[in-house]
């Protein structure tokens, strides 16, 4: 069994790990840039690194990482989400350093990182999928000639792409030319690899994905599906598990073909695999993710079943503890994306101190954080400062629950995506439980709330004051 953990990680998934190894007994390594001296999963592990001045670089930087793997005692190491959790490099220097990588094999993320391989794959196995390019595209003309035999709209999209970018719906053959060079070069600056193919455009579909879990002697199950439709700019924001807009039968096509698919690659680890449901109630494999995901948590609440220890159990050679016919789930589970930003000035990161911070409590309420009161945002990561996921039995009552989580959520100091997110509660669609990935785009009106002042204003002026006198 796995003793001691280096969390190649930050923020709230690396503190999301500590906590898993701490109640396995497994001792936790925190790895920190200059930036994030005072960031939560450094005060939360049994040991920590300075991985130096520059704030990404050593995050990045695989040979180091796994040298203080080693340096540090661990046999284990976690790559949580982001960062290097895709990068098949720091499978296969963890593999020849005897380090456990905690994951699938570096031959399964390079071949699913690349989407065009990931399709072959799936292809191979039986699966739909959203029909497209064959290979990378080569040129402007090669583009424009598949284009026309699937019919616009078509999406353009960065081979080894991933969170929402290099991703550009083309209406036509005018939008198609611009915006070829557009995405070979955000793939380019983004990812490190230029390659883009095209894929048909499903319009206004429903992102529903499945959660599996595969062990070394070839089980593999699923644990449901997510609805992750509520998406700004192909990013996620809400997520619901499972999908409100699924019926029985299909929830279990769709848990079914997911197992296939990971079982097609021989799949070991927690891993996910994205589908796009249109509007014939048709699903297409859109992608795998071979990694822990921002939105397991919803998964979690539903199946009692915690994701991280099984990953970790599974990395150490155990078998899986579950068979399909165990695993059920209760109720509703959302999960709202805490984003530090102006969703009043297009979503705009709106980094600083945080003067104040309540997380939210009562009934069916989980906060994954990686803020305190005091505590500074650095501006050199991603915005999400916080997931707040809710639970109840029924689609309205945990439609409740989030209104009211969100409203005893304090945090000032920073502008925030809660008040927004309070406007989608309300709104009849959401409510109804019938919405697509167009809704944010179709919703501009949402981001037109009034902001409340603080409840508390001189409370949170004395408690900024402090942790400003305190250097916090
Ligand atoms: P999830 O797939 O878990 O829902 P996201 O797509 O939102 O999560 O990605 C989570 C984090 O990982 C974000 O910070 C995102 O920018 C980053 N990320 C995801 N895929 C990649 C990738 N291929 N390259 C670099 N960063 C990535
Ligand atoms: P990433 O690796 O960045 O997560 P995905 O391939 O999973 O990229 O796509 C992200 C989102 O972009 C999807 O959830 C969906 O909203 C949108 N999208 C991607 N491909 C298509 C498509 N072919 N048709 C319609 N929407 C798409
Ligand atoms: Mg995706």
């Not at 509660?425 to 179709?442: I, N, P």
């Amino acid at each position: 069994m796995i003793k001691k953990i280096l969390i190649a990680n930050r923020g709230e998934i690396a503190v999301r790990i500590v906590r898993a190894c701490s109640e396995m007994g497994i001792k936790s390594v925190a790895i920190y840039s200059d930036a994030d001296r005072h960031a939560l999963h450094v005060k939360k592990a049994d040991e920590s690194y300075n991985i130096g001045s520059d704030p990404v670089i050593g995050y990045l930087n695989a040979h180091n990482l796994v040298n203080l793997a080693v340096a540090s005692g661990c046999d284990a190491l976690h790559p949580g989400y982001g960062f290097l959790s895709e990068n098949p490099v720091l499978a296969e220097i963890c593999a020849k350093r005897d380090i456990i990588f905690i994951g699938p094999s570096a031959e399964v993320i390079q071949q699913m990182g690349d989407k065009i391989e990931a399709r072959k794959a799936m292809i191979a196995a039986g699966i739909p999928v959203i029909p497209g390019s064959e290979h990378n595209l080569e040129s402007v003309e090669e583009a424009c000639e598949l284009a026309k035999n699937i019919g616009y709209p078509v999406m353009l999209k960065a081979t080894n792409g991933g969170g929402g970018r290099g991703i550009r719906r083309c209406n036509s053959e005018e939008e198609l030319i611009p915006n070829y060079d557009r995405v070979v070069s955000e793939a380019g600056k983004a990812f490190g690899k230029p390659e883009v193919f095209l894929e048909k455009c499903i319009v206004n579909p429903k992102h529903i994905e499945v959660q599996i879990l595969g062990d070394r002697f070839g089980n593999v199950v699923h644990l449901f599906e997510r609805d992750c439709s509520i998406q700004r700019r192909n990013q996620k924001l809400i997520e619901i598990a499972p999908s409100p807009q699924l019926s029985d039968s299909q929830r279990r096509y769709i848990g079914d073909l997911a197992v296939e698919a990971a079982k097609a690659v021989s799949y070991v680890n927690a891993g996910t695999v994205e589908f796009l449901l249109d509007s014939d109630n048709q699903f297409y494999f859109m992608e795998m993710n071979t990694r822990l995901q921002v939105e397991h948590t919803i998964t979690e609440t539903i199946t009692g079943i915690d994701i991280v220890q099984e990953q970790i159990r599974i990395a150490s050679g155990l078998p899986l503890q579950y068979k399909q016919e165990d695993i059920r789930h209760w109720g509703y589970a959302m999960e709202f994306r805490i984003n530090a930003e102006d969703p009043k000035n297009g979503f705009l990161p709106s980094f600083g101190r945080i003067t104040r911070y309540y997380a939210p409590g009562g009934p069916g309420v989980r906060t994954d954080a990686a803020m305190y009161s005091g505590y500074v945002i650095p501006p050199y990561y991603d915005s999400m400062c916080a997931k707040l996921t809710v639970w109840n039995l029924t689609w309205e009552s945990v439609v409740e629950r989030g209104r009211r989580a969100l409203d005893d959520m304090v945090v000032y100091g920073v502008k925030t995506t809660i008040p927004y997110y309070q406007e989608i509660l309300q709104h009849k669609e959401f409510r109804a439980g019938t919405f697509d990935t167009s809704f944010v785009e179709m919703h501009p009106e949402l981001t037109h709330y009034v902001v409340k002042p603080p409840k508390d204003r001189l409370a949170a002026a004395i408690s900024a004051a402090i942790a400003a006198h305190l250097g916090l």
